[in-house]
């Protein structure tokens, strides 16, 4: 399929571009905002809720020119609190609606916990399956620019850890769309954890309709060495580390999970037990952490492994503003490169 | 039906835009007072400026002007007592400034280095809050603190329009009422909350009104006339310090730059309805009113400016010699020490 395929740069794909003249390529934001408003004209029950969708800048373009496309009924601002915006949306979920509501950074999510923790995710089964909540929530980790410790986290572990709601972390273009679009459609509260690193990163996006089937990771690289399982923007680290070990004659395989909740054990369980070696790379920290998780899966399934687990996080501190700090805070392909040496024997010991 | 109880609210101003007093509501301020509003604004408009072309040159980051909403910040912090406490949001240094909070210090913060945050010992001022809203509870709890301890001291928290849409100022002024906190609730109403207008935060006439529901007194005053700022905010905390409870203060002023550096408010706002509130900025009425008064010339205003010039350059060659942070401090300052697994994390990252 050409849409699992990543590419390093723009150049690069747009050099595929020009060799399959048949598939379009648009951005990641483009992609989001393509979804929305496909999801918008396709059924009644939609609408975006969140600070700024309806700004000129649309929410790093994600909901550029939608309000004046779809209406201020279906695209619109709130006042700023997000706590109640988060419960009138799951209100309005429960009442037959279908919320888009965005939280233009993943750190305000927790401000709401309460409506989604507490309500969201717990009312299909308190109910008896009267009601349920076909609530998607947007939220972007923020890197860079000094976002620092309140506007940068990567929270999807927290919310990983609730049952009744779904985790997704698209790290391209197509899955942006298609798990979007899948996510309006599921019915469950669903968590979308966007990256705004991957916000211009480009891809193959088909024109219509599609859904990404939530739950389904997508194998990036086929290797037999050692398997790089990556969330989100270190999926894109990991493939650059891939071809960087490839050329030191190190066969990665690398997976991109897609889904976090619920996590796709077949894909993961199945490259583990072929390669014997795993490193997670996550956005997040370590303890209790996605990665966490993965490896318990690995561990569930009883796999004999061939070198310690290897875990790829941040330190265990907040997100410091500094760039002087921030060079050394965030982990990257380097940081792969020398842990799949570490995990086959190449290199130092 | 009978009324159980009606409600009113006031608005102050003394000075209006043609620098031209009411006597009836004049406090008691002499000239070297009216000097030290009109050089403490251009102190705080000089560190603003210069904050500005700083992020414009690359030298910070991100930065949340404060051009328009001097007499706010100023008023309302000279009129604070030095042991009372300060809950700032991002966009206060006006009021930082006014405090004698070291500048270099706030252009280390703006240029991404967290100690710049780390106030001196004794001065009374909390961290920043860039969530929105979140400090108002924290005042509250604070000033309950203080009440408890039998301090007499006051917490003045500073917010915006779009601050007192969240929860946080609901259950923060409830709070805050029902004890009796001695709290001061500034909210500098300055038209936006990014691109979002005052109309459509609340349907409500007047932010000042809310304070009503919660049992204490809430008045709207010019924002851009300091003096009006400075005698509600001197009788708030008076009355605060003397267990007479919290007061909501509406300075009703205007953001004339954009949001941030990061923001270009001409796309959501008129250029017409900011060159009105040019007109209305705090410091020509300031100027026009002790001229009249014969306290200001040309001069003293030039020389003055020269001065706060001078002040702030030295105070950024601080700011940017002073020494990079180092990566060891991320997990140092985590935790109050240094936790077992950090200390192996600090020596395999050998940091
Ligand atoms: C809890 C929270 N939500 C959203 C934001 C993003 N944000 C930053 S400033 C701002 C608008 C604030 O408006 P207002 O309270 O009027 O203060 P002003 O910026 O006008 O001083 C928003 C929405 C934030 N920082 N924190
Ligand atoms: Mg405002």
């Not at chain 1, 890197?143 to 698209?170: D, K, T």
């Not at chain 2, 906190?181 to 909350?193: H, S």
Request: glycine content about 8%; hydrophobic content about 40%.
């Amino acid at each position: 399929m050409p849409w699992t395929k990543i590419y390093a740069s723009r150049t690069e794909f747009e050099k595929a571009l020009k060799d399959s003249p048949g598939l379009r390529g648009i951005t990641y934001k483009e992609a989001i905002r393509e979804a929305t408003a496909q999801l918008l004209s396709a059924d009644k029950s939609v609408f975006v809720i969140g600070e700024g969708v309806d700004d000129s800048g649309g929410v790093f373009g994600t909901t550029k020119g939608l309000q004046e496309e779809f209406g201020k009924d279906r695209v619109m601002d709130s006042p700023l609190a997000e706590n109640g915006i988060t419960g009138v949306c799951v209100g309005a979920a429960a009442a037959g609606m279908k919320p888009i509501l965005v939280h233009m950074r993943t750190d305000f999510l927790p401000i709401s916990l309460d409506q989604i923790v507490n309500h969201a995710a717990k009312w299909h089964y308190m109910f008896g399956g009267l009601l349920n909540i076909p609530l998607v929530i947007r939220s972007i980790i923020g890197r860079g620019w000094g976002s620092a410790a309140q506007h940068s986290q990567s929270l999807q572990a927290m919310f990983m850890n609730i049952p009744g709601l779904r985790v997704i972390m698209p790290a391209t273009p197509y899955d942006a769309k298609g798990l979007l679009i899948a996510a309006v459609k599921d019915g469950n509260p669903v968590i979308m954890i966007e990256h705004r690193w991957l916000y211009d990163h480009m891809g193959h996006v088909p024109e219509e309709m599609y859904e990404v089937p939530l739950g389904k990771a997508a194998v990036r690289k086929t290797g037999k060495d050692v398997s790089i399982i990556a969330v989100s923007h270190m999926v894109h680290e990991a493939v650059q580390s891939a071809e960087a070990l490839q050329e030191e004659g190190i066969d990665a395989e690398v997976i991109d999970l897609r889904t976090l909740k619920p996590l796709d054990t077949g894909t993961i369980v199945e490259s583990v037990r072929k390669t014997g070696r795993l490193i997670v790379a996550d956005t997040g920290w370590k303890e209790c952490g996605a990665g966490a998780e993965v490896m318990a899966k690995v561990a569930e399934a009883g796999i004999t492994l061939k070198a310690p687990l290897v875990r790829i996080n941040l330190p265990e501190a907040p997100t410091p503003a500094s760039p002087v700090l921030e060079k050394a805070y965030y982990p990257g392909k380097d940081d792969i490169i020398e842990a799949a040496k570490k995990t086959t024997g190449h290199g130092k010991r | 039906m009978t009324t159980i109880e009606t409600s009113e609210t006031r608005y102050l101003q003394v000075i209006n835009e043609k620098g031209e007093e009411d006597p009836s509501v004049m406090p008691a301020l002499f000239e070297a007072d009216f000097r030290r509003f009109f050089e403490t604004i251009v102190l705080a408009r000089t560190f603003n400026q210069r904050a500005l072309s700083l992020q414009r040159e690359g030298r910070i980051g991100t930065y949340a002007s404060i051009w328009g909403q001097e007499a706010s910040q100023t008023g309302s912090a000279l009129a604070l007592s030095a042991e009372d406490w300060i809950f700032p949001s991002f966009r206060e240094s006006g009021v930082l400034v006014a405090r004698g909070y070291p500048m270099w210090m706030l252009y280390r913060y703006w240029a991404g280095d967290e100690r710049g945050m780390s106030a001196p010992e004794g001065m009374n001022i909390f961290p920043m809050s860039v969530p929105v809203g979140t400090q108002i509870p924290h005042a509250t709890g604070a000033a309950w603190a203080m009440k408890l301890k039998g301090h007499k001291k006051v917490a003045a928290v500073y917010f915006g329009d779009g601050g007192s849409s969240k929860g946080d100022f609901h259950e923060g002024l409830n709070f805050a009422g029902v004890f009796k906190a001695p709290c001061v609730f500034l909210c500098q109403n300055n038209q936006w909350a990014i691109s979002v207008p005052r109309s459509s935060q609340t349907a409500a006439k007047t932010i000042a009104q809310k304070a009503f529901a919660y049992g204490f007194e809430g008045i709207q005053v010019d924002g851009n006339d300091v003096v009006a700022v400075y005698k509600a905010v001197k009788e708030a905390s008076d009355k605060a310090r003397s267990g007479g409870g919290p007061t909501l203060i509406e300075c009703f002023t205007y953001r004339l730059d954009d949001h941030t550096t990061a923001d270009d408010a001409s796309r959501y706002r008129s250029g017409a309805e900011v060159e009105e509130w040019k007109a209305k900025e705090p410091l020509i009425r300031l100027r026009l009113f002790m001229e009249k008064k014969g306290w200001w010339t040309k001069e003293y205003e030039d020389a003055f400016m020269k001065k706060a010039q001078d002040t702030v350059d030295a105070e950024i060659k601080k700011a940017e010699s002073y020494g990079a942070p180092d990566p060891a401090d991320m997990l140092k300052f985590t935790y109050k020490e240094l936790s077992a697994r950090q200390a192996k994390e600090l020596k395999e990252r050998g940091w």
